[in-house]
C-alpha cells in the first residue's frame, strides 16, 4: 500500500518536473521511481526508470546521482542472473568512481566484477578482480571489504582444487573475521576450511570445521548456513562410509532446506540420499529418491541435473538387474 502512494508520488513529482523543464528534479524522480519498483520486485519496470535515470544524469552534472543509478542496475541484474549487463553496469561505475576517485566505490565495483566472474566460471579474471579490491580495502583501511575480497579469493582456490592456497585464504579471512566482530564471516570461512579439509581427505579437520560451522550457524539463527554445515557433515560421512550417520546428517538438513524453501538445494539433498542408498547396495530405495531429485530439478528447469539423475538411474537398473540375476 505504501509503494502504490510512493509510486503515484513519484510519478506526479516526474511529470511536474518534466513539465517545468527541471532536468534535476525529473531525475531523481525517475530513480526514485526505480527503488519502488526493485522493492517490488517489478524488475522489467526498475530496469526501465534506472536506465533513464542513469542516462538523464550525466546532463545534470550529479556523478553521485549516476553511481546511484548504475547501483540500482547492478541489483536488478544480479536478481535477474543477467550477468553480461552486470558487467557493463560495473565496468561504468568502476571506471565513474575511478574518475572521481572514490576509493571505497572503486573497491566495492572491482570486488562486484569478481561476483560476476566468478558466476560465469571466468575464474582467473574472477581472481585477479578479487586481488585488486582486496588491494583497495586495504589502502582505505576497510577491514570488512578486505576480508570479503579473500574470502572470495579461497573460493576462486576451491573451485581451481588449488586446495593450499584455499586454506591459506580461509585461515585468512577467519581470523579476519574474527578480529573484527563478524561472526558470519567467521562462520562462513570456518564451513569452507571443512570443505577443503574434506577433498584433501582430513576427514578429522573437516569434522572439526564442519561441526564448529554447525554450532555457530545455529547460535545465529542461520538455517541455511546450518543447514550447509549439515550437509557438509553428511558428505563427511559419506565418505568415511558412515552411511547411518551421513543418512542423519542429510535428513536435517533437507528439513531445513524445505522449512526454508529452498527447493534446489533439497533436491540436492534427495540426490545424496540416493547415492547413499545405492552405496549400500539398496536399490529400490536409491531410485526412488534419485527420481524425487529429478523431479523437482525438472520443475526448476535445471536440464544438466535431469541428465545426471538419468546416469545414475540407469546405473541404479543395472545395478539391480544383476542383483537379480541367478550366479552361475
Request: glycine share 10%.
Amino acid at each position: 500500500m505504501i509503494d502504490s502512494k510512493a509510486e503515484q508520488l513519484y510519478i506526479q513529482s516526474r511529470d511536474l518536473f518534466s513539465g517545468i523543464g527541471d532536468q534535476l528534479g525529473l531525475t531523481q524522480s525517475v530513480w526514485a521511481l526505480g527503488e519502488v519498483y526493485r522493492k517490488r520486485k517489478e524488475y522489467s519496470k526498475a530496469e526501465e526508470s534506472y536506465t533513464q535515470s542513469r542516462d538523464l544524469y550525466p546532463g545534470t552534472g550529479n556523478q553521485v546521482g549516476f553511481a546511484q543509478s548504475i547501483e540500482g542496475l547492478r541489483a536488478v541484474y544480479r536478481m535477474l542472473s543477467e550477468y553480461s549487463k552486470a558487467e557493463e553496469s560495473y565496468i561504468q561505475s568502476r571506471d565513474l568512481y575511478s574518475r572521481i576517485g572514490n576509493q571505497l566505490g572503486l573497491a566495492e565495483s572491482v570486488n562486484a566484477l569478481g561476483d560476476v566472474y566468478w558466476m560465469r566460471n571466468e575464474y582467473s579474471k574472477a581472481e585477479e578482480s578479487y586481488i585488486q579490491s582486496r588491494d583497495l580495502y586495504s589502502g582505505i583501511g576497510n577491514r570488512l571489504g578486505f576480508a570479503q575480497s579473500v574470502k572470495a579469493l579461497g573460493d576462486v582456490y576451491g573451485m581451481r582444487d588449488e586446495y593450499s592456497k584455499a586454506e591459506d585464504s580461509y585461515i585468512q579471512s577467519r581470523d579476519l573475521y574474527s578480529g573484527i566482530g563478524n561472526r558470519l564471516g567467521f562462520a562462513q570461512s570456518v564451513k569452507a576450511l571443512g570443505d577443503v579439509y574434506r577433498m584433501r581427505d582430513e576427514y578429522s579437520k573437516a569434522e572439526e570445521s564442519y561441526i564448529q560451522s554447525r554450532d555457530l550457524y545455529s547460535g545465529m539463527g542461520d538455517q541455511l548456513g546450518l543447514a550447509n554445515s549439515l550437509k557438509g557433515l553428511g558428505q563427511l560421512h559419506s565418505d568415511r562410509h558412515e552411511y547411518a550417520k551421513a543418512g542423519e546428517s542429510y535428513l536435517e538438513a533437507q528439513q531445513l532446506y524445505n522449512r526454508i524453501g529452498d527447493r534446489y538445494s533439497s533436491a540436492n539433498i534427495s540426490w545424496c540420499l540416493g547415492v547413499l542408498h545405492r552405496q549400500q547396495a539398496q536399490y529400490e530405495e536409491a531410485g526412488r529418491l534419485v527420481r524425487e531429485a529429478s523431479t523437482i530439478y525438472g520443475e526448476l528447469g535445471l536440464k544438466e541435473r535431469i541428465a545426471d539423475c538419468d546416469k545414475v538411474l540407469d546405473q541404479i537398473r543395472r545395478l539391480t538387474e544383476k542383483a537379480l540375476t541367478p550366479g552361475p
